[in-house]
């Protein structure tokens, strides 16, 4: 039953935030929908959640149009610039912006539609060779380019930490992300807040909250494992 998985994940997330001594009002847990149909979501929207993330930006579209309740649905996965379109007045957050080239595509979109977007860097922590997203050498700079955008502003940063059998190895990744955020917070960028960090998946969201994550985006542990072959 994944409203049971849900209401397990919550509680999971709430105990990694008290070991930490941290609020758990802190932290958002975002439902990771990808792949899963319409009626999955409205399960858990009459349970009252609302945050649901997505990868492909026509999927978000879809479910946003379709959904019973209006409910935020997140752009998780990698965005490329020609599908900006689809999504700019749909997601409550784009977690993925990784270069100027994208930031200056949503800033036109969000500017045609007079809204403003509120975006995560992705930083690929680790430099794995299959992921997308800036170094953390490259990050502030990418910042303070994407903050001179006036329809963009940037609330943190957002990383997909390697795929490891054991959490505990992701630690030293999602304390640099921690470090990271609290470095280029401490710059005061304008119109960069940097009170959002999103990290930690159905593996290693607990370590993730454990180092400060202020989103953790669980999938499979909510909705189980996904089929892609039903996909497109
Ligand atoms: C699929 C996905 C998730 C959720 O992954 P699970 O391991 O199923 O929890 C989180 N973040 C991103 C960016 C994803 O693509």
Redesign the pocket.
């Known amino acids: 039953m994944i409203e049971e998985n849900y209401r397990e994940v919550l509680e999971n997330v709430k105990k990694a935030a008290v070991r930490a001594g941290r609020d758990p009002e802190e932290i958002t847990l ?1 439902a ?1 929908s ?1 792949t899963k149909p319409l009626s999955e979501i409205e399960k858990l929207i009459r349970i009252g959640v609302t945050e649901f ?1 997505e ?1 492909k930006p026509q999927e978000l579209k879809e479910k946003y149009e379709n959904v019973s309740t209006p409910v935020h649905f997140h752009q ?2 990698h965005l490329q610039t020609n599908k900006v379109k689809y999504i700019i007045d749909k997601a409550v957050l784009i ?2 912006v990784d270069s100027l080239h994208l930031a200056e595509q949503i800033q036109k979109e969000a500017e045609k539609r007079g809204l403003t977007a509120d975006v995560l860097i992705e930083v690929n922590a680790a430099e794995e060779d299959t992921k997308f997203g800036v170094t953390i050498p490259e990050t502030e700079a990418l910042v303070r380019d994407i903050s001179k955008l006036p329809n963009i502003r940037i609330r943190g940063l ?1 990383t ?1 930490a390697p795929f490891v059998d054991d959490p505990e190895e992701n630690r030293p990744v999602f304390r640099m992300m921690h470090q990271l955020l609290l470095d280029i917070k401490s710059q005061s960028i304008d119109n960069v807040d940097m009170n959002v960090l ?1 990290m930690g ?3 290693d ?1 607990e370590v993730a909250i454990e180092e400060g994550a202020t989103m953790v ?7 189980g ?2 089929d892609y072959s039903k996909v497109n």
Do not use: D, Q
Not at 217 to 223: E, K, P
């Open positions: 975002i990771v990808k993330g990868n998780i996965g977690h993925s957002m997909i999103s998946m159905t593996n969201y985006r669980v999938g499979t542990a909510i909705f494992a996904r």
